[in-house]
């Protein structure tokens, strides 16, 4: 089948030193420690950095393990894609944390360098999160060389609708519900489409999870819902602004749990919990309370807002996802429209409210022209990207191989562990006759 | 069989939904951001939240990860049990943080408010540390439904000694090795007893580990492990008390290490190692501790105490709790009474000892009453919960379906990874034949 | 067979009690809390650890997750061995970190006490990597006693080396490449070397991975990954130097996962990648980058260095530990050679030209002679410790229970496993039935 040239032994190594090797240059030129001298930037961090310049490093390492362990196996739900979806996170997010300082730092150049301090760090670490979330919408069906591409394009396009959402329409967004999960998400979703595998309609074997993977999974969405109040917090202003992003989060998380289990046992045949619902739906109260966590919302209000995300990502696993799938040819493997999209618009809309209610300065008009750049330079971010993804010669995996890692990872026969517990019987066997 | 009604369809939807309605409304009603000003609380951190209210995060975020991967790993050992283990820790925490703020601020109103801080925080995950030490007593012999009941009814208990013994009795226990783990323990074989379960009196077949479950656990034992310190001294106060806590902490459980190993091998046949003390008496250490962590006990009086605790644990694992099973008929299936029990205990008459030598202000009287008072409100607060959990309508299992996730959850199917081999077998072919 | 007497009932628990023992007598004889007088050591830490005794915690328990959960975890790759990988971890490095607190804490006496603080605790934990590094080298091959006995002579040489280094010598090694990395990978090739098993020439069944063993290894290496750049600039000095070492090690890091997937692909059948490559060689930037960590080699110069870390480790794994094998009879089980001993002195390396261009205080003659103490001490006290852990009442394993948990270990039955799914299927029609 000449169509599917998967084997990775040229295009992927030489793509990966092409990027690495332009990356070290562009630092070479633009990228200096940031000595804490001579900020024109206006960040609220900026006193706080000079004097203590590692001040937020307990929440930038939280935000990493969110990036890194976090994404990373909530993926691993899939019998047999646990090595690309912990190995490709990783790939991903190390060189679109590189890319995303450079892509960020473009906009505040100081003397013509980008001053790389934790707070940029956070936010390169953040900017790799959009990737990761269009990943999940993708995930089984793209080589590593395909996801590449989509890392350096997303984040190009990511740095350029977020300096608009936060320098030009100067919109609240502290926890980018908007410019991450909903900006992630439909990206993510437009390139699925873009890549729709008329195939997959009627499911695949591979497309599922055994006990052990649900587990591994679970390690993912511990981890991601205990230290997301890290991530909503983590650029908050210092004081009561980043107080109120941390309490805010903790809460709607809490609640959002609660909804979650809640609906989908209700929903489910007999009641019984489904880890996809359990796994996934008890963080989109982290994704919701983003935009509005350092408001005055008052903690009933972040709870609601979780539980309101709790129910409608419960809802979407359940009966939204089958049906952008059959009618719209979506096909969104981890559900990240239920997950990052809707409780990312959900959000937005809730940012819209909070500042018209007066829980925050600046315009609801405002809010609404970021949450509407972010879905737009999304969906048509998205869409030109999953074009170049469809390229015929990037590997992606034939049908029949999707979901599965070894397509592209050694992996071990399964037989050697059958063989194993055979050869250990005969060895215990032989030792008792020692 | 009639009398269990385990389909959760609605019983656990409407009882998550009621609670959680519940807590919002009072949220509403009581809870406000800790701004900083006004305290008329006496807590040694104040002047310090009030400067700089993120202080204690990073200590925060470590409780944290114990109480849901900690916790709700350790638990996964039970060859079929995974996905309830983390899963319903998950559910039990998610709700009890809640519950707890809310019953531990109602006896700190100022200005008829709960002021929320990352303090408080702290205490409410704290709260949950009891149940999730009582869910390990009844793991595999409950419903999420009794559970949540439980949840409820503990948290609310816990509250009222804990106020007790820290403001009335006015006793040492920053590490809460009574008010906590003593607590919990024993509130948790209380339940255990009524819920007692003749048919299982010679084992269950679900009731052990395979080798991945093991694995697994180790993640909860060795993030206990680690972040214990954290646990201990998060509340002591600022400067040479922490600094003591965390000491004493990481001294004990060194030294725990070394004589739970010692004696896991002396005691086993063959002299092996045994995975259930590798993964729980290796924590006794922080529990026993955790009454004096902040005294100056010194480092080696610390170690003596992990030294100690880690004997006790690993003899009662081996020998106390089976007789507990056989004669009491308490069931232990986590063997609770060896890792919080009796370490829990021996901290509080540690710090009866070190008191009465001037190792820290207060009373050795008051230190026992507050031993007494923890193990008082535990065994007939327990014994109540018990009785209301012992209610035929909560959805218990029945006795052969124990110790399974398959009852509450929806499990994928074993034979689907079998299934899923002999496809890639044919795969494989497959391809070999294009 | 009497010449392997693994039976471990009497000699290992003997061992471990006297090890405590005489352990917890030191620490009533030295240790006390460091309560921030009189210091006269010069460490830049001082004025800080004074007035906030805590403020290296959160990097302490980075450092502390990459100890336990990094280490030990890293090690459970191979199928039959995770018990003894994480659990052994756990005992030798609880044992090891009060041994290298106390032998580091002998040096640098105040008043005849060792005043134990955060900055200590730091260093115990470090003196621990470089037992677990040279573990690698001999996993699977080796007893507890064995290990017990090399953890106690390996932290005492390396204090000695570690005290030469930064005292004697001065040289620059904040990230420890030489004197830990460099050196527990050199001590543990001598140990293996010495250690030679001949009927292992040809591999052992054991010696491999199954695909769940290795997602377990992920968990190590994501967390190695992530926590690295708090140990490269835990005990760096505060402010920029600090934030230097944290920059650097993220960046160093980042490049070192793309050379290490490039080359990985490149030199693998098909094109595939190799787990074994991404385990390891992905953290050979923050190995290779720890000498220069704090310096100011600037964020592209820190990205070379990764990137030729990883380039090297994975063509290490691929090429040279074949022909250490098989040549030179270094059976190198973890590769740790490739991880930690060329990045290690590449490291070293980096650190001479780095003080030679005058990027940092210091002269690069004693940059070398850093290294060739580190390399030394490494060589012949592993030789010699090699030679005493040969003594043949060790317990060692005999050759074909080499990488088998079993024999030091009680192991769940698989037969369990697959009973369970037996029995499971009975149940289920039992139930249909009722």
Request: with cysteine; net charge negative; charged share 15%.
């Amino acid at each position: 089948m000449p169509a599917y040239a998967t084997n990775m032994r040229l295009k992927f190594p030489i793509l990966v030193l092409i990027l690495e090797v332009v990356t070290i240059i562009s630092y070479a030129l633009f990228a200096v420690y940031d000595d804490g001298k001579g900020h024109h930037d206006t960040h609220s961090q900026n006193k706080t950095e000079e004097e203590k310049p590692l001040e937020l490093y307990p929440m930038f390492q939280d935000v990493h393990v969110m990036i890194f362990i976090g994404f990373g196996f909530l993926m691993t739900f899939l019998k047999k894609y646990g090595f690309s979806s912990v190995g490709v996170n990783l790939l991903l997010a190390a060189f679109g944390l590189q890319w995303g300082l450079l892509m960020q730092g473009l906009w505040h150049l100081e003397g013509g360098k980008i001053k790389v301090s934790i707070f940029k760090m956070i936010n390169a670490d953040f900017s790799t999160a959009t990737v990761l979330i269009s990943f999940g919408a993708v995930l089984g069906k793209t080589s590593p060389v395909q996801l590449l591409i989509m890392t350096l394009l997303e984040i190009t396009i990511f740095s350029v609708n977020e300096h608009l959402v936060a320098k030009i329409i100067c919109a609240n967004d502290v926890g980018a519900s908007m410019v991450i999960h909903a900006f992630g998400a439909y990206f993510g979703l437009a390139v699925a489409r873009v890549l729709y595998r008329p195939n997959l309609r009627d499911g695949h074997e591979n497309d599922g999870s055994v006990y052990h993977s649900d587990m591994f999974a679970m390690i993912g969405t511990v981890f991601l819902w205990m230290f997301w109040p890290s991530f909503n917090s983590a650029i908050a202003g210092p004081g009561l602004p980043q107080l109120m992003a941390v309490i805010n989060t903790y809460l709607s998380l809490a609640a959002c749990v609660l909804s979650a289990y809640a609906i989908s046992s209700l929903v489910e045949h007999k009641g019984k919990l489904d880890m996809v619902h359990i796994q996934n739906a008890t963080l989109a109260g982290g994704v919701a309370v983003g935009t509005c966590a350092d408001m005055s919302i008052d903690p009933f209000g972040a709870m609601l807002i979780g539980f309101v995300a709790g129910i409608i990502s419960t809802l979407g696993f359940k009966y939204l996802s089958p049906v952008l799938a059959s009618k719209l040819g979506i096909q969104d493997t981890c559900g990240v429209h239920n997950l990052h999209g809707m409780p990312g618009v959900l959000g937005g809309l809730a940012g819209i409210i909070a500042v018209a209610l007066g829980k925050a300065k600046g315009s609801a008009a405002m809010q609404a022209a970021a949450l509407a750049s972010s879905i737009g330079f999304a969906l048509i971010g998205g869409f030109v990207t999953g074009l170049i993804m469809k390229l015929p010669f990037w590997g992606q995996p034939p049908d029949q191989n999707c979901f599965d890692d070894s397509l592209y990872w050694e992996v071990p026969e399964q037989e050697e562990e059958n063989e194993g517990s055979l050869a250990t019987a005969e060895q215990s066997k032989n030792k008792a006759e020692v």
